[in-house]
């Protein structure tokens, strides 16, 4: 994180750990300091080193084909329009509400749905 926004983070210690705080460093030092998240240094290693044997040209190419069969699956939902053409480039896909949709709640419904809740 940037220096410029460590005034805004809020990250609670024990005064033990927050004395050992080198002058200069980040306040994410005080989570490091006492947690070893493996996972979250090793995924990411590990995402960008399968990323780089597919070759980069190769997944930007089927991110491409995702995004193109979603949009044209997509087109004819009633009640939503796809954002931009078929053939995109990429794999986001937008909707934009057709018939006056409240947003909030139709993300409600399908997070309470997926979730079962």
């Known amino acids: 994180m940037a220096?410029?926004?460590?005034?805004?983070?809020?990250?609670?210690?024990p005064d033990l750990v927050a004395s050992m705080r080198p002058a200069?460093?980040?306040?994410?030092?005080?989570?490091?300091?006492?947690?070893a998240?493996?996972?979250?240094?090793?995924?990411?290693?590990?995402a960008v080193g399968e990323y780089v044997a597919a070759g980069p040209?190769?997944?930007?190419?089927?991110?491409?084909?995702v995004g193109r069969q979603t949009r044209e699956a997509l087109v004819g939902l009633p009640g939503w329009t796809v954002v931009g053409p078929a053939d995109a480039g990429s794999a986001i896909t937008a909707l934009r509400a057709a018939n006056g949709q409240d947003i909030g709640q139709t993300r409600e419904r399908a997070c309470s749905a997926s979730t079962g809740s």
């Open 3 to 13: 220096g410029r926004w460590w005034d805004r983070l809020r990250i609670s210690a």
């Open 24 to 35: 200069q460093a980040s306040p994410v030092w005080l989570l490091e300091a006492g947690e």
């Open 37 to 46: 998240n493996v996972p979250g240094w090793v995924g990411p290693c590990t």
């Open 57 to 65: 040209d190769r997944v930007w190419q089927r991110l491409a084909a």
